[in-house]
């Protein structure tokens, strides 16, 4: 058996399960669009990319993350965004395997744009980056669908950690974050998904 045939066979079987994931979305059935979508995680071959689209009003703040996320081999910056809006078009357009979101931007805030991108686009994920650590604003994360929260002020090894994490199914989220919160999360994961709970990471202060 030819190895790339193979491999090509694999990641056409992975896409389509993708393409389901996200029709199923669209109608509502977040259960099965989750469960199509674990079967296209199986699917797609291991070394597939992790890609992301930075969403965040600072064009500086943007700047930063690019430039980390450029120095690691597995990681992809697909596009940025200033606004929701934005990110909600690019992410529909790009379909990135994750959004680095942060919560407070303008016409459209990082809460919203993450609902309206998991329901059109269930296959991606959402990682939180914001200056606040209030818990009303990571509930809000949580209850949209966030599957981790990060504190702006970390490192750049964490940021890197957390979205290879995030793109594995697993939940994230910074040490100062209140862990009932963390558990808040899981279950909701656990709820939409129906299937096995997300492993919960947690990183150190630098």
Do not use: W
């Not at 070394?47 to 943007?62: H, I, M, P, S």
């Not at 919203?112 to 818990?135: F, G, N, R, Y």
Request: with cysteine.
């Amino acid at each position: 058996n030819d190895p790339d045939a193979l491999a090509l066979q694999k990641e056409a079987v992975g896409k389509k399960h993708l393409r389901q994931a996200e029709a199923l979305g669209k109608q509502g059935n977040y259960i099965g669009a989750d469960k199509e979508l674990e079967l296209a995680l199986q699917s797609l071959p291991d070394n597939e990319e992790a890609k992301q689209l930075l969403a965040d009003d600072n064009r500086v703040v943007r700047r930063q993350f690019r430039k980390i996320l450029e120095l690691e081999d597995d990681l992809e910056v697909v596009g940025e965004a200033k606004d929701g809006h934005e990110a909600v078009a690019l992410a529909k357009n790009l379909r990135p395997t994750l959004v680095l979101m942060d919560v407070t931007m303008p016409l459209l805030n990082g809460l919203q744009a993450t609902c309206q991108i998991l329901k059109a686009i269930p296959a991606s994920k959402v990682l939180m980056l914001s200056a606040h650590s209030d818990e009303a604003y990571i509930v809000e994360a949580v209850n949209s669908g966030a599957m981790g929260y990060l504190i702006k002020q970390t490192s750049a090894d964490n940021v890197c950690t957390a979205i290879r994490e995030v793109h594995k199914g697993n939940t994230f989220f910074s040490p100062s974050i209140p862990k009932h919160l963390h558990k808040q999360n899981r279950k909701k994961q656990r709820d939409r998904a129906g299937l096995q709970k997300p492993r919960m990471v947690f990183f150190q202060s630098s």
